[in-house]
Structure formats: structure tokens, C-alpha cells
């Protein structure tokens, strides 16, 4: 059975509700069958801003095993999302006692320490550091989403993980559309923890025109502000502990 844990990170809609009926639906689009339940949300514990406060609101739940669901029966819930707009459904991945509700909202309050120490597990390089000078980079892929690169060019106070190099420079993208939006920007004088990958040659044509060897800084939290030291230096201890660092 999957840990707290693991139910947490694969759900993208957890909350604690009420069932109030079988075989039915919130959702004028979506017919009343048999594997949906109605539950109503007594409190969101996982929640994409964009649904706004869920509280005592009618969800439309396809359940796995419906008939683990009786009305009346409060259940903590781990969903993903399937329908929105006049109503919302979604798609259930597992459903626990009411009783553990706390560890679920505790599991939910760890997990971006749990997705930093994954970054951080997968980098070739981790520096405290200072943008010294920001260059355009004219290679370009010509697909239609191009990541237009930008070179940061690093002073590197610190190597916190993986081999130092006589000079580091991690590309960004500037260009504005999926999939580069999340991606961090930076600026010259900018310090803080820098959390480097390889570029992924199978990921998009962008990446597969960087150079080998080429460092880059694609996800949010591939910036850490200076304050986060501490907290990065303790993970890094932990995936070392586990081996997982040279």
C-alpha cells in the first residue's frame, strides 16, 4: 500500500469531505453512474488556488471502489483533477480514515522540502554564488517555443555539491511560453544557491543545442534565496548520509 507520502505527491486535490451520495453528479456534463460519489469538502488540504475555498462545497468524486464510500462517511481524500467549470469532478487515487487527517495535512507541508532534496539529488552542481554578467545566447533551436537562452555568468563563493569548474555559467530561458514560464530569471548582482542540471537532450530541441557540458536552471526551485542555506545544507547532508552524493 502507498505510504502518506506517496499518495500526497501523486494527488493534486486532497481534502477532507463528507459522502452524501452514490451514483450520482454535481456536474451537468457528467451522466450519474455508478462509481461517482458526492462528497461535500469540509476541508481542503491540497488545493490549486485557481478553485478557490472549497469549504462545503459539492465535489464529484470517480471512485475506484464506490462502494467503500457510504454517505454520511467522512474520509480523507487524494484526487487529481478531471472536470471543471459548472461543478468539479475528479478522479480519486485512494481515500484513508478520517483519523488521519493531520498526518495527511503534516505530509502535505513537507513536500516541497521533499521536491528541493529531489532537485538537489539529481544535480551535477550546487553553488552558493553571484550573477556577475548576463549574456544573450544566438543559438537557437527554431522550433516554434524556443527557450531563447540567456547565459548567467557565476561568482562562485561556495561549491556546496558536485566537481568546482574554472568558470560556471547556467543557461535560462527568456522566451515567455510553455514550457519556460516556471523557469527562474536571473539578474545581474543576484546571489543565492543555485541547484544546476544537465540539459536534458531528449526533453525539448532547445536543450539539444546547448553545448556539452552546459549547466541549466529550468524549474522553480532551481534558486534558492541566501536564506535557504542552512535548509540546503541540511538536505545535502541527508542525501549524503544515504550515499547518494560523492
Not at 471502489?65 to 467549470?85: C, D, K, M, Y
Not at 528541493?116 to 533551436?141: F, G, N, W, Y
Request: glycine share 6%.
Amino acid at each position: 500500500m502507498p505510504s502518506i507520502l506517496d499518495l500526497t505527491r501523486s494527488s493534486s486535490l486532497i481534502f477532507t469531505g463528507t459522502v452524501v451520495q452514490r451514483g450520482t453528479s454535481t456536474v451537468p456534463t457528467l451522466s450519474p453512474q455508478e462509481n461517482l460519489v458526492v462528497v461535500r469538502v469540509d476541508r481542503g488540504l491540497r488545493v490549486d488556488p485557481v478553485l478557490g475555498d472549497l469549504h462545503d462545497k459539492m465535489i464529484t468524486v470517480a471512485a475506484p471502489a464506490p462502494e467503500s464510500l457510504s454517505p454520511g462517511q467522512r474520509a480523507v481524500f487524494f484526487t487529481n483533477s478531471w472536470i471543471h467549470g459548472r461543478g468539479i469532478a475528479v478522479r480519486e487515487v485512494d481515500h484513508l480514515d478520517i483519523g488521519e487527517e493531520e498526518n495527511v495535512a503534516a505530509a502535505v507541508a513537507q513536500l516541497p522540502q521533499v521536491y528541493l532534496m529531489e532537485r538537489l539529488r539529481s544535480a551535477e552542481l550546487v553553488v552558493d554564488a553571484q550573477v556577475v554578467q548576463i549574456s544573450p545566447v544566438q543559438k537557437t533551436s527554431g522550433e516554434r517555443n524556443a527557450a531563447l537562452w540567456a547565459a548567467a555568468h557565476l561568482q562562485v563563493e561556495r561549491v556546496l555539491r558536485g566537481q568546482p569548474r574554472e568558470s560556471t555559467v547556467v543557461y535560462f530561458p527568456t522566451a515567455g511560453r510553455p514550457p519556460w514560464t516556471s523557469a527562474p530569471r536571473f539578474k545581474e548582482q543576484q546571489r543565492g544557491i543555485f541547484i544546476l542540471h544537465a540539459p536534458s537532450r531528449n526533453a525539448t530541441l532547445s536543450e539539444a543545442t546547448l553545448d556539452a557540458g552546459s549547466l541549466v536552471a529550468l524549474d522553480p526551485a532551481d534558486f534558492q534565496p541566501e536564506s535557504q542555506l542552512p535548509e540546503v545544507e541540511k538536505l545535502l547532508a541527508a542525501i549524503k548520509q544515504e550515499g547518494g552524493i560523492p
